[in-house]
Each structure stands twice: as C-alpha cells, then as structure tokens.
C-alpha cells in the first residue's frame, strides 16, 4: 500500500478511480492469471466469492455490480492471494478500496454500521460491559484504562468518518 | 525488567479474561513488565479498515503517539491488534507523504506520529528478549505427551512485507515455543488456513465452514488441543464448535487454548487461577495431564 490522492475523480475510468486510492494503487497490473483465487480459502467453499472476477470486473468498469454486490464483503482478509500474487497486485487492499467507495456510496453491512457506531461511541469495536469490568478484580486485574473516545472523535471528524452513516441512511 | 505499552484491544477485556490473565501472569513471571496506558482505542482492525482505510490508519498511529509519549514499544496480545498497529507504523514509516497526511488528521487531536518506536505480538517478545533456549529452562512443568496443533492465525503473518514476523509460508515461531514447553507441534492439512473469523457476522454459515476445517484437519491429525495467538481466532474455533453442533450435528470436543495459556501451565502457575472456566469447549482433559 502506498499514498493515493484525494480522490475527486468523477470522471475517471473506474479502474483509474480505484488505482487513484490508498490500497488500489496496484490494481493495473493485474494479468488475470488465477492465483489468488486458487490461494482463496473463500473461493475454495462458495461461487459467491472469486478475487480474479472482481479484480476483473472492476478493470472493466463494471463499477455498480461490483461496489453494490455481495462479494466485495466475502473476503476475510486473509492475505492468501496478496502474498502469492505474482504481479504484487495488492489485492485484499484493493478489496478495503473497493469496499471504502462502497461504504461512501451507502452501501454498508449492517454489521459494518454497528462496528463505526460502536467506535464513535466508546472508540472500542466491542463493548466491554460495566459487569466484566466490575469482575477484573476478582481475577487478579488490574482496572481497565479509560479509552481516548475524545480524542479519537476529533480523528474520527477530521477525516470525516463520523459522516459515513448517515450516507447509508440517504442510500436507503 | 523489559518494559512495553500493553496494547490490549476490545475483544480481550469484553470477552476473554482467560487471556489476558494467562498473558499478564506468565510475562510477569519471565520478567516482561507491562505498562497499561490511558487513552488507548480500538487498533482500528479489519472492519474499520474496510470503512475507511485513511482513518484507520490514523487511528492506528493515535495509539503509537501515545506509546512514543511514554517512550515505550508496544506489546499486543491479539493478532488482529498487532496487525492493524504494525502495519499502520511500517507503512507510515516508509512514506513520508503518507505520513504527513496523517498527521495532518492526527494535529486535530493534539498528536504526531514520529516513527519512533516498535510493534510487537507478544511471541516476539518471547523470542528477542527471552530466547526460546532460555525459555526452555524457566519450565517447571513440561508438557510432555501433548500433542498441540499450532494456530497462527493470518494476521501474525501476513502481509509479511510489512508484518515482518516469520516467513508467511513456512513459519516456525509459534512451532518452537511450543515445543520449548515439551510438547509436539504436529503437522495437520492446511495449518496456515484462515479460520474464518473476520465473516462471523457478514456470513456466519461461510465463517463456520471455515472453522470446521480447521477442527477437521487438527482431529485427523491427532492433535490433543490447538493453539491460539489471537481472541479471533479463539472465539471462531471454540465458540465456533457448539455452533458448529448445533448447525452441522457434529462434535469435535476440541479444547482450543491461547498459547499463554499453556505457557502459564508450563510455568508452574496454579490452573485455578487462570480463568478456564471461561472457555466453551472445557480444557480439564489439558490441564490433567500437564498437572
Ligand atoms: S494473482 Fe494477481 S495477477 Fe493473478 S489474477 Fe490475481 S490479482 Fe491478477
Ligand atoms: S484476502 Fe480475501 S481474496 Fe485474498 S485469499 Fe484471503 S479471502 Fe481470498
């Protein structure tokens, strides 16, 4: 992964607009030959997923199937195909820069939504409850740390993340 | 006494004590000091990732300025932390383009990155400061006659450009400290597999598939228990088999044990002070036969 520009790229080929972005830098170089969906663990167990097609697709400029279909949140980011690929297309960050531009247009998992509200409030993707934090003691902790959620919503602002939910309430 | 930045991430205090107590436990007793900072988040791990990389990566150097403060490394437990916050410090590191970009974010919290301190998982720590041979030594229970299927997890290894933890296709790390206790480190089909933790939620039926695998493959091969760095991991592998009943109709009866874990028991540390009672699948069948 390497820097990207600040994307105002309207008019670009998708493929352009995707190379254009923080992980998708590498995209081009792709020359379809296979590896990283014989190396996915995901590929291997249903057709819903295969890494070559959506690197295909999105090369093509197939941009609406692609950032509104199912497949981009199939990967579990295992980073199979990225170490094998013999192009260094660094293809499960693509995957973040393809889901990214998802997540922008509004389309967000449910799941994805929970994990950004959680974040905004605590700054921790899972709640610790007030009932495991009263037991530390009882097994020898030591009390947790308050977590920097002002801090974090400050980052969380600037770089205008605190805003993405509601672009899924829009696209709904 | 080495000193670390304890970075302890969200799943392990929400729902593993067994880990962190069996972590704190043996590291204090080889010497390792762990430092609690305030202010530490979220590492901003896969699923933040996947929302917005540039703030992830933000979030993840945030936590590395809290530790440059204190002029401490950082020490995580959970694989999934130790990614998000190695990858984040090698890559901003590297680019100093990146670099000032992020900073530009983090100036609205009052931080800057400088890049001057390290990442590391907790075996690391094991391995550099400890030593696998001296490690051996500090053994008062060997686990002799266990067979332990080793887990790395995909996040200890990859990507290993930027993780730089142990070659991502033939690792040994996790296999020597293992053995450093006394016990086997067996060989089982697709060891380095993915267990499908990070599709529980998006796709449960996938993430369980995934998981079975693993049980499968580790049963065949023999294996006593299998070993995890990473709370992911954990859940997906021992959580994942009553799931796994209920769904598949099918029982593995797999105890599924942070490498802590055994560590502590191999250290001597009394197992009812190690919170077992927290793990899904029970663990007695382990701990009879190391005490
Ligand atoms: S392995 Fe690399 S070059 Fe081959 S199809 Fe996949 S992304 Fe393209
Ligand atoms: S990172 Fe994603 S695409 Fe690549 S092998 Fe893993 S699951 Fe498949």
Redesign the interface.
């Given at each position: 992964?390497?820097?990207g520009k600040d994307e105002k790229t309207t008019n670009l080929a998708f493929s352009d607009v995707i190379s254009s972005r923080?992980?998708g830098e590498t995209i081009n170089l792709c020359y379809q030959c296979g590896t990283c969906a014989s190396s996915c663990?995901?590929a291997k167990?249903?057709p819903r997923f295969n890494p070559r097609e959506i690197i295909k697709l999105t090369l093509s400029g197939e941009k609406d199937e692609v950032i509104s279909g199912d497949a981009i949140?199939?990967c579990?980011?295992?980073?199979?195909c990225?170490?094998r690929c013999p192009q260094k297309v660094?293809i499960?960050?693509v995957i973040?820069?393809l889901?990214?531009i998802a997540?922008k247009e509004g389309y967000?998992?449910n799941?994805?939504s929970e994990?950004?509200s959680a974040?905004l409030n605590d700054?921790?993707?899972?709640?610790?409850?007030k009932f495991?934090e009263t037991?530390?003691p009882t097994?020898?902790?030591?009390p947790?740390?308050?977590?920097?959620?002002n801090?974090?919503r400050?980052?969380?602002?600037?770089?205008?993340?605190d805003k993405?939910q509601q672009k899924k309430e829009e696209a709904t | 006494m080495t000193s670390y930045a304890l970075f302890l991430g969200c799943t392990i205090p929400a729902r593993q004590p067994n880990y962190e107590v069996s972590a704190r436990k043996a590291l204090a007793k080889l010497g390792i000091e762990l430092v609690d900072l305030a202010d530490m988040t979220c590492c901003a791990p896969p699923p933040v990732q996947s929302i917005d990389l540039e703030t992830s990566l933000s979030i993840a150097a945030y936590n590395i300025c809290l530790a440059e403060e204190a002029n401490l490394n950082i020490v995580t437990l959970c694989t999934g932390c130790f990614e998000s916050l190695a990858m984040a410090n090698a890559m901003l590191k590297a680019d100093k383009q990146l670099k000032a970009r992020v900073n530009r974010i983090l100036s609205n919290a009052g931080k800057e990155f400088e890049g001057s301190k390290e990442v590391k998982h907790y075996l690391q720590v094991l391995v550099e400061d400890i030593g696998t041979k001296n490690l051996k030594q500090k053994i008062s229970k060997p686990l002799s006659n266990l067979k332990v299927a080793a887990f790395y997890g995909c996040h200890s290894l990859r990507p290993s450009e930027l993780l730089k933890f142990d070659d991502p296709e033939r690792p040994r790390v996790f296999d020597d400290l293992i053995e450093a206790l006394g016990a086997e480190s067996i060989e089982y089909r697709n060891k380095l597999r993915c267990c499908g933790g990070l599709l529980r939620g998006y796709s449960d039926e996938l993430a369980l598939e995934l998981a079975r695998e693993k049980l499968v493959n580790a049963s065949k091969a023999g294996a006593d228990c299998i070993a995890t760095l990473c709370p992911f991991c954990f859940i997906a592998l021992d959580l994942g088999q009553l799931q796994i009943k209920s769904k598949f109709e099918e029982e593995y009866n797999m105890p599924v044990l942070h490498y802590s874990e055994l560590l502590s028991l191999s250290l001597g540390i009394d197992p009812k002070d190690l919170a077992l009672q927290s793990h899904k699948v029970k663990v007695d069948k382990i701990v009879n036969k190391v005490s």
């Open positions: 992964m390497k820097h923080l992980g663990p995901v167990i249903t949140w199939l579990c980011s295992c980073y199979n990225q170490e660094e499960a960050d973040y820069a889901r990214n997540v967000i998992p799941i994805f994990f950004a974040i700054a921790r993707v899972v709640k610790v409850s495991v037991k530390r097994l020898g902790l030591p947790l740390q308050p977590t920097g959620v801090a974090l400050k980052i969380l602002s600037a770089t205008g993340f993405l | -």
